[in-house]
């Protein structure tokens, strides 16, 4: 077992970061550290907010300040709120830890990878560069990022269906609630109301984190893809689940037969390595015209697969589908498990540059 801390362990993707670990096969959450207000308390003093019990022994940990760097483990998830992620992530990372991220902070720094493990998993390499470009104190440290929430979704899709040359693609989101984290938006605004604006930059974040994510690693930079994304992002009051409508041009002009059996047939190195969060299928394809829907579908596979349906020609930019997938899980706390379960099997969780070698997945893994 490969001990590991959470940054931000009170949050909606904390809270979930500790459901995923327990009975992780590789990793045991030991240290939780979020701010000042919950900072010296026992974890199980705190509200739990997920329907699942708390973790007994997650809930005996007192949390820790976000200073207390020289306590935290070798490999930390990162949940902290973005208006603090920047410099703590940074601070953490060169000294020695490495951070697996969800904070929107590092994901567009060209040093940083921004990882899907079923997308790009050789853009982990982008580490390696970063832990030479940043000198002492990185060597067995580092930032590592996931997308967007909403952006997972629309990769996924993009990368099933990458051999077809994706020229334009329009995105128009229908985010749930939880995305906002907790309290997040105020209930007399959600109620029984859709909002169509995001803060933070939300479509700017669809529109480059795509083009980075399905970019072209060259063993030292990533080039973006070359393919334009337009996207209308909307708040509605779903409790889980981020819908994601696409119309997409294809430069080959498949039929939507071989776009369908694309997405079904989908499969990457989390499924050849059979990595413990990895969903057999990572796209699940509904031929029901009227699925994925959030509250039918979004729970399927403990929250890891991304749905697809819906799937038929568009007269404007030739396909149009929708996809779903689930905010906290798969765009957050699941991404940044498998993230990290794919830099332990590659040898990258601790190891420094050039002392590695690929971890056999089937092989336990040693205590760090
Ligand atoms: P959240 O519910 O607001 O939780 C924020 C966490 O950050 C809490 O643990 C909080 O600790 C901690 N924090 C806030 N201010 C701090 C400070 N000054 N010093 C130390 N810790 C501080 O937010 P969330 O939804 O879990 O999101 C966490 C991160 O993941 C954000 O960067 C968000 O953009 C990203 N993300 C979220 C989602 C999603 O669907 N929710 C998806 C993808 C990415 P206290 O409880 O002690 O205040």
């Known amino acids: 077992m490969i001990d590991v801390g959470i940054l931000g362990a009170t ?12 009975g992780h096969p590789w990793f045991r959450a030991t240290w939780l550290a979020a701010s000042e207000r919950s900072a010296g308390k026992r974890y199980d003093e705190l509200a739990w907010r997920l329907a699942s019990p708390l973790p007994q022994e997650v809930g005996a940990l007192r949390v820790a300040p976000l200073e207390a760097i020289g306590d935290a483990p070798p490999l930390l998830f990162s949940a902290l709120d973005s ?31 921004l990882l899907i493990p079923e997308v790009n998993p050789d853009h982990v390499g982008l580490l390696d560069v970063q832990r030479r470009a940043r000198g002492e104190g990185w060597a067995t440290g580092g930032i590592v990022t996931n997308p967007n929430c909403a952006v997972v979704v629309v990769a996924m899709v993009l990368a099933a ?9 329009t995105v128009t989101t229908l985010q749930a609630l939880s995305g906002a984290g907790y309290p997040g938006v105020p209930s007399l605004d959600a109620v029984g109301n859709v909002i169509p604006y ?3 930059g939300e479509e700017e974040k669809i529109e480059n984190e795509a083009l980075k994510l399905l970019g072209e690693f060259d063993g030292t930079a990533v080039r973006n893809a070359p393919f334009v994304v337009s996207a209308a992002v909307n708040r509605v009051p779903v409790p889980d689940g981020h819908t994601v409508i696409m119309s997409i041009d294809l430069a080959a ?13 989908f499969t990457s190195e989390p499924q050849a390595r059979q990595l413990p969060s990895a969903p057999p299928k990572p796209i699940i394809v509904h031929r029901a015209q009227d699925r994925p829907q959030p509250r039918l579908d979004v729970h399927v596979g403990n929250g890891m697969p991304v749905h697809c349906g819906r799937v038929r020609p568009c007269p404007v930019l030739g396909y149009k589908l929708v996809a779903l997938g689930h905010n906290v899980v798969r765009g957050a706390a699941g991404a940044a498990l498998l993230n990290a379960e794919l830099l332990v099997a590659r040898g990258m969780a601790n190891a420094p540059s050039g002392e590695r070698g690929d971890r056999d997945a089937t092989q336990p893994v040693g205590r760090t």
């Open 253 to 265: 002009s498949p039929s939507v037969d071989e776009v369908v059996a694309a997405l079904d047939a």
């Open 161 to 169: 269906l990458r051999r077809f040359r994706p020229a334009r693609v």
């Open 11 to 22: 949050g909606v993707v904390g809270q979930q970061f500790v459901r995923l670990l327990d």
């Open 83 to 113: 208006s603090v992620a920047g410099e703590a992530e940074v601070a953490y990372a060169s000294a020695g830890r490495l951070v697996v991220s969800n904070a929107r902070n590092h994901r567009m720094d060209p040093l940083v990878p």
């Open 198 to 200: 995001i803060g933070g």
